[in-house]
């Protein structure tokens, strides 16, 4: 298992620009993924962006070239840089990673999928609001 404590959420103006960052316990090894969600109450949890340890990253179509996804692993920190924000964008953002030989395999796939079971391993949450 692995530690993850976002920080960086806040409130901003629409338009505005904010990173969030996501500190591991530990480094993952290949075949892991990390990655971004979000979540407003009332509505299903949504993936934002996931990257696997290969480098491999998706993101969801309404933030792509908006948001972007980085990893440091000399720090074990994931990031999420966030540009032109939207009121929709509002939401408190997770870090989640899929960490062991049942999960990391199957992290990509049920990422495109929309099935996030595979994340065994979240952070606590960082809220996001962005105001008009």
């Known amino acids: 298992q692995v530690q993850l404590v976002e920080s960086g959420g806040g409130s901003v103006q629409v338009g505005g620009s904010l990173r969030l960052s996501c500190a591991a316990s530990?480094?993952?090894?290949?075949?892991?993924?990390m990655g971004w969600f979000r979540q407003v109450p009332g509505k299903e949890r949504e993936g934002v962006p996931v990257?696997?340890?290969?480098?491999?990253?998706r993101y969801l179509d309404s933030v792509k070239g908006r948001f972007t996804i980085s990893k440091d692993n000399a720090k074990n920190t994931l990031y999420l840089q966030m540009n032109s924000l939207k009121p929709e964008d509002t939401a408190t953002y997770y870090c989640?990673?899929?960490?062991?030989?049942?999960?990391?395999?199957?992290?990509?796939?049920?990422?495109?999928?929309?099935?996030?079971?595979?994340?065994?391993?979240w952070g606590q949450g960082t809220q996001v609001t962005v105001s008009s």
């Open positions: 989640a990673a899929a960490v062991g030989p049942l999960n990391g395999p199957y992290c990509y796939g049920g990422w495109l999928r929309g099935d996030y079971r595979p994340f065994n391993n």
């Open positions: 530990r480094y993952l090894t290949s075949g892991n993924c």
């Open positions: 990257i696997i340890t290969d480098g491999s990253i």
